[in-house]
C-alpha cells in the first residue's frame, strides 16, 4: 500500500460559488487506478464528490478526465503513472475540457459530444436492393474502418480538440472519425452525400488545425485526426471525379 494526494476540481454551477481545488489522501497499491482513489476518497472523506463511471475496463468511455492537465480515462490511468507526470507530487484530476461542468468531474456530454455525433449521422444507410442474405464486403475495406470501431465515445479527443477551443461548432475529432466509418464502408448508400456535405460545412473536415491533440489523447488509439485526413483525401477525389464527369 502507498499514499497518495488527489487534488480534485470541484465546481457546482448551481450553487453560485466559484470553482475550487480539494485534497484528499487515499491509501492503495500504486497499480490501482485514478478512479479507485477517487472513488476511495468519496466513500471515506466526502461522498459529494461527482464522478462518473461505470465498467471500470477502458470499455465504457464514461471516466474520462483531465489528469495532470491531459485527458485520459481515470479506470485506465494507474496511480503510480499518474504520480510520475505529477508536478508537485500530487494528482490533479479535473473535469474534461470544451463541455459544461455539470459537477465536479462531470460534465456534459449531452450539451457537446452527442450532439456532434448526431450530427453525422452515426448508422449505416444500407445499399438498395437489400440482399436476400449477408452484405458480401471485401476484407480490406473494413480493415479500412476497423481503427474507427474501436472509438468508445470517452469525449477525451473533444475535451482537447483546439480547434473547437476556437470554434465551438467545429464538428470535431470524435463525430469526424464516426463519419469516416462509414464513408469507408462499402455497405454505406451515402457515402458521396455524408463526404459532400462535411467538405462543404464551414465547421467541418477543413476546420481541423492539425493540432495532434486527438491523436495524443484518444486512449484507443483511434487516432481521429488521421480520419479526417482520409475524409479530405476521399472528398478530394469525388471532386476530381465529378470534375472529370
Ligand atoms: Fe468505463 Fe472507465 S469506467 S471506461
Known amino acids: 500500500m502507498a499514499e497518495f494526494t488527489l487534488r480534485i476540481r470541484r465546481y457546482d454551477p448551481q450553487s453560485g460559488e466559484a470553482p475550487y481545488w480539494d485534497e484528499h489522501t487515499v491509501e492503495?497499491?500504486?497499480?490501482?487506478?485514478?478512479?479507485?482513489?477517487?472513488?476511495?476518497?468519496?466513500?471515506k472523506n466526502d461522498g459529494s464528490i461527482g464522478v462518473r463511471c461505470s465498467c471500470r475496463a477502458a470499455i465504457c468511455g464514461s471516466c474520462g478526465v483531465r489528469i495532470n492537465g491531459k485527458p485520459g480515462l481515470a479506470c485506465h490511468t494507474h496511480l503510480d503513472s499518474a504520480l510520475a507526470s505529477a508536478t508537485d507530487g500530487v494528482i490533479e484530476v479535473e473535469p474534461m475540457g470544451n463541455m459544461p461542468v455539470i459537477r465536479d468531474l462531470i460534465v456534459d456530454m449531452d450539451a457537446v459530444h452527442w450532439k456532434k455525433i448526431q450530427r453525422v449521422t452515426p448508422w449505416l444507410i444500407g445499399k438498395e436492393?437489400?440482399?436476400?442474405?449477408?452484405?458480401?464486403?471485401?476484407?480490406?475495406?473494413?480493415?479500412?474502418?476497423?481503427?474507427?470501431?474501436?472509438?468508445?465515445?470517452?469525449?477525451?479527443c473533444v475535451g482537447d480538440c483546439l480547434s473547437l477551443e476556437v470554434d465551438p461548432l467545429f464538428v470535431g475529432p470524435a463525430a469526424l472519425a464516426k463519419a469516416y466509418r462509414f464513408v469507408g464502408d462499402p455497405r454505406d448508400a451515402m457515402q458521396a452525400e455524408r463526404l459532400k456535405d462535411l467538405a462543404e460545412d464551414p465547421h467541418g473536415i477543413y476546420d481541423c488545425t492539425h493540432c495532434f491533440k486527438c491523436i495524443e489523447t484518444c486512449p484507443k488509439g483511434v487516432a481521429p485526426m488521421n480520419q479526417i485526413m482520409r475524409l479530405r483525401r476521399r472528398a478530394g477525389q469525388d471532386h476530381h471525379i465529378e470534375d472529370q464527369n
Open 28 to 43: 492503495l497499491e500504486p497499480h490501482r487506478s485514478v478512479l479507485e482513489g477517487i472513488l476511495q476518497a468519496k466513500a
Open 129 to 156: 436492393p437489400v440482399p436476400e442474405r449477408e452484405y458480401i464486403v471485401d476484407r480490406l475495406s473494413m480493415v479500412d474502418v476497423t481503427q474507427t470501431m474501436a472509438c468508445i465515445q470517452c469525449g477525451a
